[in-house]
């Protein structure tokens, strides 16, 4: 059974650095690209990132470009996002998201992209 559990949310400022955490389980985590989406109140979710499966190819969304980082440790089974210089803007519900196949598709920021998803984290950067 696939299975994804995102931590390391938390109230920063802004400024800050926080790094999320993707434990994942049920699958070959190497065989798989995996996606870190967000969503915050009342909008819909944004793709922040997509690493592939071997952990090589990084792609981000421009918001984000410059100031976090994914990292992928297939055999411990986590990935991980590294978020420096925080925003109030960054504000949102963070998710990682598991792709049927090893590569990031072309459509990385597109939800339906993905098969399997976490149950999310919260990230509130504020004063």
């Known amino acids: 059974q696939v299975q994804l559990v995102e931590s390391g949310g938390d109230l920063v400022q802004p400024g800050g650095s926080l790094r999320l955490s993707c434990a994942a389980s049920g699958f070959i985590l190497e065989r798989h690209a995996i996606g870190w989406f967000r969503q915050a109140p009342g909008q819909e979710r944004e793709g922040v990132s997509c690493i592939s499966g071997t952990g090589v190819t990084t792609l981000y969304a421009d918001s984000v470009k410059g100031r976090f980082t994914a990292s992928k440790d297939n055999m411990k089974n986590f990935v991980y996002l590294q978020m420096n210089s925080l925003k109030p803007e960054d504000t949102a519900v963070y998710y990682c998201?598991?792709?049927?196949?090893?590569?990031?598709?072309?459509?990385?920021?597109?939800?339906?992209?993905?098969?399997?998803w976490g149950q999310g984290t919260q990230v509130t950067v504020s004063s």
């Open positions: 998201a598991a792709h049927p196949f090893m590569q990031c598709p072309l459509a990385w920021q597109a939800e339906s992209v993905f098969d399997s």
